[in-house]
């Protein structure tokens, strides 16, 4: 029996001592007794003998303690379900950008080929349905209008729309990623009818802080406008949900709490949700790379944020249980379309023809088969020793495939892609059991009496998850 | 009274363990509660509950995620469906 490398024992100021262990997904809390056990083995020590014979089987059952070979057959198990929904056939995921031309020139945005005039021809819009209908297995289409900015191609929406909703399939919804600018009454009124089920729109800050950072063409304010269609859009009849990003860095980060509270205290009861995200450098941005927060300062302003102002992160503080979890760029069959019918592996490389997988209209539609192939297999964490050594990968699963694949096969080393988890997971933990406490505390306190608790030493304060199996309902 | 009132109570509960023992050793809730007003925290039963709602949202939150099998809800992703930005894991660059 050995000690999990994906243990980690700790004790904290005033929390108590806790082990938790990713490949389970589990946090144990300990008493000194038990505490200086997992010690004594972590160190390579065997004790005199674990008497506790339930202590035993739970270090077992959530694999604090493991046989050899034993994490790296579970690991294999990992990579077998992963793999499985990598090459599932029933779903098709794609990001359409009906144009790439934006009404928009934000300060960072790493996009290049706003001012063309590319829009997608009705020839492609028609190749593009045939391409889909190719795909005979599937069952479910999801698609996120992207660009540019997807609402100045609206007309093309809703042409393919209309031929998405008569594919017969089970299930076929969108969402749309926009400025916000033009989603006009007009436009609101037919989300429904689109079956867009969700709508992220980006704001920067209050006003004075968005109106410098995410402008018009040629350099007018747009939040007034913005604000005015998001209103239009909370009083309306839409039944999706609306999400504002917040782009932040150096530049915003103070004004982040304003927006929220602003819009939270406005659309107060609506479907309206707030969630600040990273800008990031990634491409040959003229916006200075200086500004943006790294992976650990932006844990920090994570972890800030929940403690705080009880604002938890997007999944909450624990780490995630796992689900299999593959980003669309190392699903299959799951593809960015550009508007003349290019085929990316991601929505952030559009426009890039390097980048380039495939195209519907080519008769061998995946003409870089090589670079497909990188995005589906070869940036397989499995397949990583650096993943595989590292001690948070059953919760990170490899990180974002876009930012490893120009980070590992495109020389830009200094591209971060690796999970927060990695330098940060013993102050997500303790933010979590801190959370635990408050919470166990306030229940004490609204219960008459004394509450007796059971003196065995050791308690699981969060569960495991357990995964099925996914071959027992992938249909690919 | 406040929600904020609420939250500055339980901070100290957490904080400082004689306060946490001098409230406690009060058997009742609606006394507890009283002895929380007279010392100086102004909040109602019905906020420190909405306190204890807020807190077991975020305990609950992420933990039991994973949709563990393979439906046609479950699109790969941890983060609910279209694809936002999983915090740590999807960075989809900004725009």
Redesign the interface.
């Known amino acids: 029996m050995q000690w999990s490398r994906y243990n980690k024992l700790f004790r904290t100021e ?1 929390l108590g001592r806790f082990c938790y262990n990713a490949l389970s ?1 589990t946090l144990i809390e300990l008493d000194e007794t038990h505490f200086d056990l997992l010690e004594g083995y972590r160190r390579g020590h065997e004790p005199s003998g674990i008497e506790d014979k339930g202590f035993f089987g739970l270090l077992r059952e959530k694999r604090v303690l493991v046989k050899a070979g034993e994490e790296e057959n579970l690991l294999l198990v990992r990579q077998h379900r992963r793999l ?2 990598c090459f ?1 056939t ?2 098709l ?1 794609l990001t359409i950008c009906p144009t790439l031309r934006c009404n928009f020139r ?1 300060v ?4 290049t080929t706003q001012a063309e005039g590319r829009f997608m021809s009705v020839e492609t819009q028609e190749r593009l349905i045939a391409w889909i209908r190719e795909h005979s297995n599937i ?2 289409l ?1 698609v ?1 209008w ?1 660009g540019g900015e997807p609402l100045l191609a609206f007309d093309t929406i809703c042409a393919l729309t209309e031929n998405f909703l008569s594919l017969g399939l ?2 076929y919804r969108a ?1 749309l ?1 926009t ?1 916000g600018y033009l989603l006009d009454h007009e436009k609101i009124v037919q989300l429904n009818d689109l079956k867009i ?2 709508i ?1 729109i ?1 704001l920067d800050g209050l006003a004075e802080v968005h109106d410098t950072r995410r402008v018009l063409v040629g350099g007018g304010p747009t939040y007034d406008r913005i604000l005015e269609n998001v209103s239009a859009l909370m009083d309306s009849d839409y039944s999706g949900e609306c ?1 504002i ?1 917040v ?1 932040l860095d150096k530049r915003n980060l103070e004004g982040f709490l304003d927006l929220r509270s602003e819009l939270l205290g406005r659309f107060k009861g609506k479907k309206l949700s707030v ?1 600040p ?4 450098i ?1 491409w040959e941005q003229s916006y200075k790379r200086d500004n943006c927060l790294d992976t650990g300062e932006w844990a920090g302003f ?1 972890l800030e944020l929940a403690r705080r102002h ?1 604002i ?17 760029a190392g ?1 299959n069959q799951d593809f960015t379309v550009g508007p003349e019918g290019e085929l990316y592996k991601c ?2 490389a559009v426009g890039r023809s390097a980048m380039v997988v495939g195209n519907i209209h080519a008769k061998d539609t995946i003409t870089h088969p090589e670079l497909r192939a990188q995005y589906t297999i070869g940036l397989d964490p499995y397949r990583d020793p650096e993943c595989l050594a590292c001690a948070v990968l059953p919760i ?5 495939p876009q ?1 490893r694949m120009l980070a590992k096969h495109n020389g830009r080393e200094e591209i971060e ?1 690796c ?3 990695k330098t940060r997971l013993q102050d997500y933990l303790e933010a ?1 059991i ?6 166990e ?10 509450i007796s608790v059971e003196q065995s030493g050791y308690r699981v304060i ?2 495991a ?4 199996n ?1 071959l ?3 249909g690919g | 009274m406040s929600l904020e009132q609420a ?1 500055l109570f ?2 100290k ?3 400082d363990e004689a306060f ?1 023992a001098k ?2 050793a009060v ?3 609606a006394e ?1 509660l009283q002895m929380a007003n007279s010392e100086g925290y102004d909040f109602t ?1 019905e906020e ?2 909405t ?2 709602a ?3 949202d ?15 809800e ?6 609910e ?15």
């Not at chain 1, 938890?312 to 669309?328: A, F, R």
């Not at chain 2, 479950?74 to 983060?79: A, D, H, Q, S």
């Open positions: 005033g997904n499985a929904n599932n029933t779903r995921n934000c960072y945005c790493f996009e069952r479910t999801s996120s992207y089970a299930q969402a990623f400025n089920v969700s992220e980006t999400r990003r782009n969630h995200e990273l800008v990031t990634t994570d009880g938890l992160p997007t999944g909450g503080l624990h780490p995630p249980g796992y689900s299999y979890y593959v980003c669309m699903m929505g952030d990170c699963e490899g990180g974002c930012r892609y999970s927060p988890y979590y801190d959370t635990v406490r408050a919470w505390m306030c229940s004490a306190l609204l219960q008459p009496g004394s969060s569960p998850v357990e995964a099925q996914p027992a309902s992938a | 939250k339980m901070e509960m957490k904080t946490r409230i406690m058997q009742g809730v507890r039963e420190i509950k306190v204890l807020e807190l077991g975020a305990v609950v939150e992420g933990v039991a995620g994973g949709a563990g099998g393979d439906d046609a479950n699109y790969g992703c941890r983060e469906w279209p694809c936002g930005c999983w915090r740590d894991s999807c960075k989809k660059q900004s725009k």
